[in-house]
């Protein structure tokens, strides 16, 4: 069975940094693209970052460039969000989803994890 | 503001049909690119519906099936039960500066 588990989320300081972990099993990790995508309270879902199945392509939304790194190690099966400089905007549960398709344009999401709760908050 | 967009709340009554409108642009669903849907129940991970604008997953009914044309997609939804009651979600590419990956608001639907 496909799982992501993510891990880290937390309360946290404006301006402030947080790392959050995702953790596959149950397919072969190294083969994926992985996404994050959050969901900030009472709004839709964005796509937050991306990295290719080497981990040597990563894509960023314009809303987090430059703050936030993503990053993998297919030995251990884990992902992560390196979030600094943390804004209120910020705040909302952060998912890792499974990317089918290497092609962009026809990319999607086919499994998904429970989500971790970012909160950013004085 | 989303780049795709969806009405905020549809209803139905058990056992009727529903449809949740996407409406996109030139520079996603009208340029040719695929739709997906999602299922976002509460405190469970969101689950693939819908993928490549009107393609089942394995498991998910047929009772849920997705079209697409011009820059429109839709999300039907037939024999409707109480436990489809949920957010549901369109996805997209999309190649000005909003994308790539861009989803809609989303729609409650609500089971009455």
Known sequence: EVQLVESGGGLVQPGGSLRLSCAASGFTFSKYAIHWVRQAPGKGLEYVSAINSKGDSTYYANSVKGRFTISRDNSKNTLWLQMDSLRVEDMAVYYCARARSVVLTARYFDSWGQGTLVTVSS | ?112
């Open chain 2, 1 to 112: 503001q989303s780049v795709l967009t969806q009405p905020p709340s549809v209803s139905g009554a058990p056992g009727q049909r529903v449809t949740i409108s996407c409406t996109g642009s030139s520079s996603n669903i009208g340029a040719g690119y695929d739709v997906h849907w999602y299922q976002l129940l509460p405190g469970t991970a969101p689950k693939l519906l819908i993928y490549g604008n009107n393609n089942r997953p394995s498991g998910v009914p047929d009772r849920f099936s997705g079209s697409k044309s011009a820059t429109s997609a839709s999300l039907a939804i037939t024999g409707l039960q109480a436990e489809d009651e949920a957010d549901y979600y369109c996805q997209s590419y999309d190649s000005s500066l909003s994308g790539p990956w861009v989803f809609g608001g989303g729609t409650k639907l609500t089971v009455l």
